[in-house]
């Protein structure tokens, strides 16, 4: 293992936040929080200056969420590994920013400092973090969105199952999208083809699996 300190950046829009993780990490040997900030647009700035090894970032903020300054340091500073450190524990969010921003690690803020310290260590020597149950569930969208993309569904095909999973009828439908209530039960019937599904209640159930729904 490395003995180089690790250097350490902090995004919250809450300053106590801030204070508190410095308290916890400040105390530890080869740990130096050298950047904090409440502001995502301010701390991609200082980041211009100082070398990072680690940020831990909030997802929920006022001006720039931490996701959009996530993906800002992935393509001006790759070499900076991100931990999540938020509230916001949606595994197709996470697993979005997995994806797109190459975050290696994700933490609730109820987090022990012994898990925090674990994660900082294991996240610095190239490993990733996360807890058994969170991966099971970026998984099962990983599965869910292939799935998804097997079905080679049209726009106009997601359109309309959204609209029948509101409860339209074909006419309906139909009126809703400018089409004639032929058009509609063709891709009606198209669509529980494609789906394997027989009825509107194993769609509507599928369409919520697969996140098909606004």
Known sequence: MSTMPIKIAILDDHQIVIDGLKLLLENQERLNVVLEDTDGFSLLK?????KVDIALIDLIMPQISGYETSLMIQEKFPEIKIIIL???NDPKVIYD???RADIKGFLPKSVNKAELLAAIYKV????MYFSDELIEELQSVRSNREQARELTLSDREVEIIRLICKGLTNREIGSELFISEFTVATHRKNIFRKTNTHNVATLIALATRLHLLK
């Open 97 to 99: 920013l997995v994806e």
């Open 86 to 88: 938020s509230m916001n």
């Open 46 to 50: 200082k980041l211009e200056e100082t």
């Open 124 to 127: 610095n020597e190239g490993g």
